[in-house]
């Protein structure tokens, strides 16, 4: 059984920093495609970066709205996915979700969510 | 970067009703398109990828087609669990969603 599990979301003030962690079982994490996709309060889906398999090279891509603020790594010993978010705005509040490819151009996959407030 | 669009955001349809929702992106996508189910509270769930091959365990009333840059999702026969937020979804270059088609009771 899939199970992904995120974590680390919370209410934290315009400026500050926040990591985000996504704990995967029931799949090959090593082979998957790891993404963060949110979504602000009443709104659809962003996606907002993604981490490739080492086998592809292992690179990271971001949306324009968090390149050069969030951070994804990967540890694919542990099945961990983290997003480390610097310079946090108001709008980035949102449900943090992260997802998963791993084998289709799909997100297979994806963890229940976890809520982060930015707001002074 | 790829544009999605999605028509139409919301709809009102009955129990039994064929509900047609469709999606269109600003250029080809070689069939990269993949469509959500959202519920309230809830994560999307994967309906279907490659713009018509049904995620295993999505029942078959659920189908999609595509035309060019037009994609399609059809309900044959809505059930009352199908009451939802249905998602596009492209991923020929940067993941992108579509601005969502609310499904709502009439």
Known sequence: ?120 | DIQLTQSPSFLAASVGDRVTITCRASQDLNSYLAWYQQKPGKAPKLLIYTASTLQSGVPSRFSGSESGTEFTLTISSLQPEDFATYYCQQLKSYPSFGPGTKVDIK
Not at chain 1, 2 to 28: D, I
Not at chain 1, 106 to 112: T, V
Request: contains cysteine.
């Open chain 1, 1 to 120: 059984e899939v199970q992904m599990v995120e974590s680390g979301g919370g209410l934290v003030k315009p400026g500050e920093s926040l990591r985000l962690s996504c704990a995967v079982s029931g799949f090959t994490f090593s082979n998957a495609w790891m993404s963060w996709v949110r979504q602000a309060p009443g709104q659809g889906l962003e996606w907002i970066g993604r981490s490739k398999s080492k086998s592809v090279g292992g690179t990271t891509d971001y949306s324009t709205p968090v390149k050069g603020r969030f951070t994804i790594s990967r540890d694919d010993s542990n099945n961990m996915l983290y997003l480390q978010m610097n310079s946090l705005k108001t709008e980035d509040t949102a449900v943090y979700y992260c997802a998963a490819e791993v084998g289709n151009p799909s997100f297979d996959f994806w963890g229940q969510g976890t809520l982060v407030t930015v707001s002074s």
